[in-house]
T-cell receptor
């Protein structure tokens, strides 16, 4: 069965600092991986997706994620945090069907 | 842009009431999904549908049913609402078969008193 673990339910960074949100997956087959962002009182918005092409995936709003098979990880990064990045972030995994599994989410706080 | 709309942003119902949550997508997507979102648990799949009049149970279907009479519309039904169904409900849709990103609606925050 596929599953996703997000390490850290809350992450706090200063404006301008590096953002690192961790995601580890378990999968018996090569996975497809996604990061979504949820702003307050809104639905989830796709940030980026990995579908077995390049291991470094660039998404919207300056975010990127690197697929590391040896570490079963798909961590999300952004070089410089902005106040508008404050939101909840979800990592998701799906095998070769439509069954998408979400992590518990990481709430990012950005301090001025 | 894909647009997924949900009939209500906030809903308050009483225990035992029948509740309908409606979801409409305008991109001719084949697949539609209903999730509930609870703090610390992420999103859990309730039901999904690959086609009109077709439905499949997700991880937590108990207490819920769904209806898909038209391709663009997917309804979630709580036959007899209970307090433990107080949650945020998210609808999503995706295109075709294979691995496709899901597009989400804004969510309905349901409170059952």
């Amino acid at each position: 069965a596929q599953s996703v673990t997000q390490l850290g339910s809350h992450v706090s960074v200063s404006e301008g600092a590096l953002v690192l949100l961790r995601c580890n997956y378990s999968s018996s087959v090569p996975p497809y991986l996604f990061w979504y962002v949820q702003y307050p009182n809104q639905g989830l918005q796709l940030l980026l997706k990995y579908t077995s092409a390049a291991t470094l995936v660039k998404g919207i709003n300056g975010f990127e994620a690197e697929f590391k098979k040896s570490e079963t990880s798909f961590h999300l990064t952004k070089p410089s945090a902005h106040m508008s990045d404050a939101a909840e972030y979800f990592c998701a995994v799906t095998p070769n069907n439509n069954d998408m599994r979400f992590g518990a989410g990481t709430r990012l706080t950005v301090k001025p | 842009d894909v647009k997924v709309t949900q009939s209500s942003r906030y809903l308050v119902k009483r225990t035992g009431e029948k509740v309908f949550l409606e979801c409409v997508q305008d991109m001719d997507h084949e697949n539609m999904f209903w999730y509930r979102q609870d703090p610390g648990l992420g999103l859990r799949l309730i039901y999904f549908s690959y086609d009109v009049k077709m439905k499949e149970k997700g991880d937590i279907p108990e207490g819920y049913s769904v209806s898909r009479e038209k391709k663009e519309r997917f309804s979630l039904i709580l036959e007899s609402a209970s307090t433990n169904q107080t949650s945020m409900y998210l609808c999503a849709s995706s295109f075709g078969s294979g691995i496709k990103a899901q597009y989400f609606g804004p969510g309905t925050r349901l409170t059952v008193l």
